[in-house]
């Protein structure tokens, strides 16, 4: 009968607890909301659902209605006209750098140095321009 009752009131006490890990993941959440939010961008931007589903393959279909059907009924309540987004698409400009990585390898010739100064020649240099007594 004891353990019976102890079983019970583990049981209680472990049913309002919450097991770190074993909720749901906070990033299907997001990937939801976002879709939402796409769906709601289409719709504001007068695109049909259609096209909305085929520009953003990876986000869930009835996310992103529920998102279009939401902002249909906000806009009808508020009067807004929807604005039509731009059809083109900048290209971008390519731009080629410079390659200043070093050269390796057998076919690479060194660089020219200049001869270098013995140390006499600039003592001497240097005891020509020193004032003379």
């Known amino acids: 009968m004891m353990r019976c009752l102890l079983l019970l009131a583990t049981a209680l006490l472990l049913s309002a607890c919450e097991i770190p890990g074993m909720g749901p993941d906070p990033r299907i959440a997001q990937r939801e909301a976002e879709a939402r939010a796409i769906g709601g961008a289409c719709r504001h931007g007068l695109r049909s659902i259609e096209d909305c589903y085929n520009q953003h393959d990876s986000a869930s279909k009835a996310a992103i209605f529920q ?30 750098l410079p390659d200043t990585r070093p050269k390796v390898g057998k076919d690479t010739a060194k660089p020219a140095t200049a001869p270098s100064k013995k140390l006499s020649d600039a003592k001497s240099a240097t005891n020509d321009r020193a004032p003379k007594p």
């Open 67 to 96: 998102g279009w059907k939401d902002m249909d009924e906000y806009m009808r309540e508020n009067k807004i006209e929807g604005i039509r987004a731009s059809a083109e698409k900048a290209e971008p400009e390519e731009e080629i």
